[in-house]
T-cell receptor
Framework: ETGVTQTPRHLVMGMTNKKSLKCEQH?????MYWYKQSAKKPLELMFV???????ENNSVPSRFSPECPNSSHLFLHLHTLQPEDSALYLC???????????FGPGTRLTVT | AQKITQTQPGMFVQEKEAVTLDCTYD???????LFWYKQPSSGEMIFLIY??????QNATEGRYSLNFQKARKSANLVISASQLGDSAMYFC?????????????FGQGTRLTINP
């Protein structure tokens, strides 16, 4: 399998649930990213990892907790989310932080 | 102030015609990069084309070309001979920041619809 994969593709969770989003890249890239895409808003960068080290946290609430165990895998742990957190969550990777980013298909999250 | 401005929320074009999607940007950095992405209804963001701020020639990738006008801070995407499969959201993005701490800033997007 090639490219960037994300699971699950769709997720519905209650405000008291705990869930995790998974991203895996098969491109040999060293940088990975989480983005949030809400309706009628530009894509928002959430977190950046470069060689497994977090280099950017774009003022994201602590109910979102990223984890990068290695350069190929990135997780986003979710707990006590709010309805306004409902969005498309996109993962991306790049060979270098300044290079073009390749995106996964996204996880459509609905918080009820 | 918005760093990336895409003034066309939606565009409708006849198949086989060329289309230009507008993008203007705002930065005080000397070194930056400009990207265009396509997002079909499936949700995946597809990288199309890249232009570096020091590149003297406009970038081209197949039917895509980037009309880079540095003095005007514009980076318009031109799609030649449009196809039905080109219908999608298109996002302009700018890479800015210092080495090691760079990030992409995206515009609001333009929804392109190709009519048969």
């Amino acid at each position: 399998e090639t490219g960037v994969t994300q699971t699950p593709r769709h997720l519905v969770m209650g405000m008291t649930n705990k869930k995790s989003l998974k991203c895996e890249q098969h491109l040999g890239h060293n940088a990975m990213y989480w983005y949030k895409q809400s309706a009628k808003k530009p894509l928002e960068l959430m977190f950046v990892y470069n060689f497994k080290e977090q280099t950017e946290n774009n003022s994201v609430p602590s109910r979102f907790s990223p984890e990068c165990p290695n350069s190929s895998h990135l997780f986003l742990h979710l707990h006590t989310l709010q309805p306004e957190d409902s969005a498309l969550y996109l993962c991306a990777s790049s060979r270098r932080p300044e290079g073009e980013q390749y995106f996964g298909p996204g996880t459509r999250l609905t918080v009820t | 102030a918005q760093k990336i401005t895409q003034t066309q929320p939606g565009m409708f074009v006849q198949e086989k015609e060329a289309v230009t999607l507008d993008c203007t940007y705002d930065t005080s950095d000397q070194s930056y990069g400009l990207f265009w992405y396509k997002q079909p209804s499936s949700g995946e963001m597809i990288f199309l084309i890249y232009q570096g701020s020091y590149d003297e020639q406009n970038a081209t990738e197949g039917r895509y070309s980037l009309n880079f006008q540095k003095a005007r801070k514009s980076a318009n995407l031109v799609i030649s001979a449009s196809q039905l499969g080109d219908s999608a959201m298109y996002f302009c993005a700018m890479r800015e920041g210092i080495q090691g701490a760079q990030k992409l800033v995206f515009g609001q997007g333009t929804r392109l619809t190709i009519n048969p």
